[in-house]
């Protein structure tokens, strides 16, 4: 795994967890 996708990797499960708190 690209140190770059790691970071892309971050940022999805970031965004999901933010909609997480707005669907909720």
Excluded: C, I, P, T
Excluded at 8 to 14: E, K, N, P, V, Y
């Amino acid at each position: 795994m690209h140190g770059s996708d790691f970071v892309l990797w971050g940022a999805m499960r970031a965004e999901k967890r933010e909609n997480a708190h707005h669907y909720k």
